[in-house]
């Protein structure tokens, strides 16, 4: 069974830095794409950066030029990470861990359970 695990949230004042990341435990087969989502109170979970197996990377406009996503190249696990930059409390939310992958020509996530990130002004 597989499960993401998420670390590194915290609380972290404006213009500060925090990095995430998310250790994939069992094996996921067929991998298309990893990434980070977040959400705030009262609104909807919004991607934030996500990474291909072949490592083009995608991010949000909010975070282009702030956050960087990478991922563990070291076959034997699988390690996703976000550097966050300059931080400012519009980026307090729930960051969620995601793993999409394929089977039988659909497409489906895996999640891990979220890690809190509160930026004070």
């Known amino acids: 069974q597989v499960q993401l695990v998420e670390s590194g949230g915290g609380l972290v004042q404006a213009g500060g830095s925090l990095r995430l990341s998310c250790a994939a435990s069992g094996t996921i087969y067929n991998v298309n794409s990893m990434g980070w989502y977040r959400q705030a109170p009262g609104k909807q979970r919004d991607l934030v950066a996500t990474?291909?197996?072949?490592?083009?990377?995608?991010?949000a406009d909010s975070v282009k030029g702030r956050f960087t996503i990478s991922r563990d190249r070291d076959p034997a696990k699988e390690w996703i990470d976000l550097q966050m930059n300059s931080l400012n409390p519009e980026d307090t939310a729930v960051y969620y861990c995601?793993?999409?992958?394929?089977?039988?020509?659909?497409?489906?996530?895996?999640w891990g359970q979220g890690t809190q990130v509160t930026v004070s002004s």
């Open positions: 990474i291909t197996t072949d490592g083009t990377t995608t991010y």
């Open positions: 995601n793993y999409r992958y394929n089977y039988k020509r659909n497409l489906y996530n895996y």
